[in-house]
């Protein structure tokens, strides 16, 4: 969640957003980019299913913002990188969306009992819902690139079918889904349209401590968090999953997706998310034996067919 990478062009079936472009890239690296943010972006889940045992999701976010930051820091003041002069409120916005919202949404349903495969097709409706904002950030969105979006999601469908179940859900899950939904896509939509450049470091920097900030009061609220970390079991299994939490997905993926919006048009970039539960199923399969149905594979064919339908120039 492989296609090619989805560089805008005079010639893309969506017309540019007003904001004005990035310069292109001199070195051509930016090729593989989509590649390495589908594996990097999948791993979330892995980590999740590896880390939320021992600790409140918002714990394990809160942790995982103070593991980044830990990182960032010094690689701002090292490298003395320029701020978001005049955006810096956007950024920070934007950061809410992405993680506060998104991720605390979707690890808090899981959490309390929203079945992953559910959780998985709720949130795949998001490249649908950006696809019909597109035209608040200056977009237009092809009709293939719609027979794309609807193949991706029915591809996503077919992936997380055995793993749809109604077992433990309640409105309180649901709603978490949905606020994970809404968050995600508003925070794509709104970074694409007021703050879509920035400096990687200093921007993420942003992102990360205005998310701890805002997570803090419901975790002390909801999960007592406090100095002792008493609901924190410090297992390798969980320590694991937060040093790939930090590393690999808060710096690695969101690093890659910044990039991919700040070069692409939201829609195209939204529907690399369709790789996203075949990936993971795949790693599942290779990691934990989960099993790999005829179907599955059906819809992981469907998905990135669909996916090839959007981004293609």
Known sequence: MRPSAPESSAASDVQASPVPPAPPSRSGWLAPVPLFFVALWSTGFIAAKYGLPYAPPLTFLI??????????????????APWPRGRILHVA???LLLQAGYL??????????MPAGLSALIVGLQPILTAFAAPLVGERVSARQWLGLLLGLGGVGLV??????????????????????????????YQKRFCPHFDLRTGTLIQFAATALALLPLAVLLEDFGPALASVHWT??????LLWSVLALSIGAIFLLFRLISRNDATRVTSLLYLTPPTTAVMAWLMFGEALSPLGLVGMVVAVTGVAFVVRK
């Open 63 to 80: 942790l995982r913002c103070l593991g980044a930051l830990l990182v960032l820091v010094p690689m701002v003041l090292v490298g003395g």
């Open 93 to 95: 916005v934007a950061g």
């Open 104 to 113: 605390g949404g979707v690890w808090s349903a899981i959490k309390i009992g």
């Open 160 to 189: 997380v079918y055995a793993k749809i179940s109604l077992n433990g859900l309640s409105p309180a899950a649901i709603g978490l889904c949905l606020l994970a939904l809404l968050s995600i896509t508003s925070g794509t939509l």
């Open 236 to 241: 390798p299994q969980f320590v694991g999953a």
